[in-house]
Nanobody, 128 residues
Framework: QVQLVESGGGLVQPGGSLRLSCAAS????????IGWFRQGPGKEREGISC????????YYADSVKGRFTISRDNAKNTVYLQMSSLKPEDTAVYYC?????????????????????WGQGTQVTVSS
């Protein structure tokens, strides 16, 4: 059974850090690009980061660039999202998903319609 499971969310103070994990099962992770998305309260879903399957190239939305880092460990079938300098506006449910297509170019946006096998999400709350 194909499954992606997110973990690592929680409550953190502004300026703090969290590391999210996206654990894959039922398929070989290195055959897919993996994207991270988030949906805050009353907001539309936002694609924030992506890591390719082939060369490990990455994509970041402007809203997280310089603060978040995506990485993958194919041996552990897991993708990580290291989040630093967190802001209250980063509060959201964070999801990972997979795609056979490539991550977008830096000048494009990360569109979730090309992704599937969505996880259940993990809540990140940034608040003092």
């Amino acid at each position: 059974q194909v499954q992606l499971v997110e973990s690592g969310g929680g409550l953190v103070q502004p300026g703090g850090s969290l590391r999210l994990s996206c654990a894959a099962s039922g398929f070989t992770l290195d055959a897919y690009a993996i994207g991270w998305f988030r949906q805050g309260p009353g907001k539309e879903r936002e694609g924030i980061s992506c890591i390719s399957s082939s060369d490990g190239s990455t994509y970041y939305a402007d809203s997280v660039k310089g603060r978040f880092t995506i990485s993958r460990d194919n041996a552990k079938n897991t993708v990580y999202l290291q989040m630093s300098s967190l802001k209250p506006e980063d509060t959201a449910v964070y999801y990972c998903a997979r795609t056979r297509t490539k991550c977008p170019s830096k000048s494009s946006s990360l569109n979730g319609i090309f992704f599937g096998s969505w996880g259940q999400g993990t809540q990140v709350t940034v608040s003092s």
